[in-house]
Structure formats: structure tokens, C-alpha cells
């Protein structure tokens, strides 16, 4: 039976030890008598290798740049701002282009604006679903002209 062992993130403060069985993991404490154990056993630990990125990663990055978009930091806030702007934008459509104030005609730029920046970043995650780029989190791989 071969024993490998595996760092399980970036910080290296847990080691993976599998029997090819049973996975273990061991907190990486020299006071701590399973890491002493592994240690004295001469097993290297391999290097943490992250997990291939997949579509609920881009999901996730998709939804925090939109919320951060808005200024909401959770799903329900988001929800409840992009409604605010609907209704906002239904009012203002129903009492007609022609008969807006001066800051009314402003709202309704800013409020076109944001809803073309929202789409641009759904559509951006549609494409990178498609690709999962290994770097999704970089910024160069959002970027989408007019936006």
C-alpha cells in the first residue's frame, strides 16, 4: 500500500494522507502527535494544486462583480436593488420621455448605463463558461468594450 500525501490549500496548514482508501487530514502542528507520526514516516508532501476551475466558479465571480456593481455584498440585497431600479425605470417610462426633468432624463442614462454594464457581465460569464480560463478572477478577462 503507498501512502502520498498532498498539502490541501495554498496556506499548507493541512495535510492530505491517503492509503489510496481512506483520505486523512492532518493539521500541520508539530505538537500535534498524527502530524509527528506522519512526519517520522519520511512521506514527502506534494505541492497544493487547486482544483480545475468550472462553471460554478465563474457563476460565483459573475454574481460578486454584479453585486459589487450595484453596492450590494449578498444575493437578496442585489435582488431587492435591481428591482428598485426597475420599478424606477417603469415610472419613468410611463411618464413619457418627453415630460422628464432635466435629473429625471440624467436617471434614465445612468439607469440604461447600468443595465448595459449588467448585461455585458452576464454575457461575459456565458463566454467564459464556455472556456474556463485558469485566471477567471483576472480583470483582463472581464473586460468588454463599452462597458
Do not use: C
Amino acid at each position: 500500500m503507498t501512502i502520498t500525501a498532498t498539502y490541501a490549500s495554498e496556506e499548507q496548514t493541512t495535510v492530505l494522507v491517503s492509503d489510496g482508501t481512506i483520505v486523512r487530514n492532518i493539521p500541520v502542528n508539530p505538537e500535534n502527535v498524527d502530524y509527528q507520526t506522519f512526519i517520522a514516516s519520511g512521506v514527502p508532501i506534494a505541492p497544493y494544486v487547486p482544483p480545475p476551475v468550472n462553471v460554478h466558479d465563474i457563476r460565483q465571480e459573475r454574481d460578486r462583480r454584479l453585486w459589487a456593481l450595484v453596492g450590494a455584498t449578498r444575493k437578496e440585497e442585489f435582488d431587492e436593488l435591481r428591482l428598485t431600479a426597475t420599478m424606477e425605470g417603469v415610472r419613468l417610462l410611463n411618464k413619457g420621455q418627453q415630460n422628464w426633468t432635466p435629473e429625471e432624463a440624467a436617471r434614465a442614462f445612468e439607469l440604461e448605463a447600468l443595465e448595459a454594464r449588467l448585461v455585458a457581465i452576464r454575457a461575459k460569464a456565458a463566454e467564459l463558461e464556455e472556456t474556463l480560463p485558469p485566471s477567471y478572477q483576472d480583470d483582463s478577462y472581464w473586460e468588454t468594450s463599452g462597458t
